[in-house]
């Protein structure tokens, strides 16, 4: 059964400092690793997908990478609208994406 | 344009009402999902479909009915709810296959009292 598990479940940041977060998961063929974000009563945003080990991408100051058992998303000098939660989740067929429980970023200025 | 539509935004009910959630997307997505969120909770997935047919059930209990009217719709229709069943509902899109991006709705905030 395929396995996701997100750390830390929460992480405080003063504006400005980065950090990361950690997304480790267990896969039989990785179809894609995703990574979303989601503010309180509200759906899912969608960040980035990463499909294969050593792929980057960037978006304004996130940064998710993906190795053969982890992801990663940095955030670079958060600001406070950068609090929210992150997803990350594991595809290993046609639709079934299997979430982590997330990690809650509050960012005070 | 990324955009899923959910309606109503919130919803209340008791537990002999019959209601229905509704879902739409003009993305020329053929794959379509329901997905139940408790507080604190990740998603979990509860219906596919797939061309407009139902592809997975998660082993939902009979008083959620899906229906896919056709490519752009999808409901999700509730009968004789229970308390348990209060959450954020869910509706996602996608093109069919592995390798595409799930795009999610706002959602509907389900309270059965």
């Known amino acids: 059964e395929d396995q996701v598990t997100q750390s830390p479940e929460a992480l405080r940041l003063q504006e400005g400092e980065s950090s990361s977060l950690n997304c480790s998961y267990t896969?039989?063929?990785?179809?894609?690793l995703f990574w979303y974000r989601q503010d309180p009563g509200k759906g899912p945003e969608f960040l980035f997908t990463?499909?294969?080990a050593g792929e980057e991408k960037e978006k304004e100051r996130l940064k998710a990478t993906l190795t053969k058992k982890e992801s990663f998303l940095h955030i670079t000098a958060p600001k406070p609208e950068d609090s929210a939660t992150y997803l990350c989740a594991a595809r290993s067929n046609d639709y079934k994406l299997s979430f982590g429980a997330g990690t809650t970023v509050t960012v005070r200025a | 344009d990324t955009e899923v539509t959910q309606t109503p935004k919130h919803l209340v009910m008791g537990m002999t009402n019959k209601k229905s959630l509704k879902c739409e997307q003009h993305m020329g997505h053929r794959a379509m999902y329901w997905y139940k969120q408790k507080a604190k909770k990740p998603p979990e997935l509860m219906f596919v479909?797939?061309?407009?047919?139902?592809?997975i059930n998660e082993s939902v209990p009979s008083r959620f009915s899906p229906e896919c009217p056709n490519s752009s719709l999808l409901n999700l229709h509730l009968h004789a709810l229970q308390p348990e069943d209060s959450a954020l509902y869910l509706c996602?899109?996608?093109?069919?296959?592995?390798?595409?991006?799930?795009?999610f709705g706002p959602g509907t905030r389900l309270t059965v009292l």
């Open positions: 990463l499909y294969s």
């Open positions: 996602a899109s996608s093109q069919v296959g592995g390798l595409h991006t799930q795009y």
């Open positions: 896969v039989s063929g990785l179809r894609g």
């Open positions: 479909y797939s061309y407009e047919k139902l592809s």
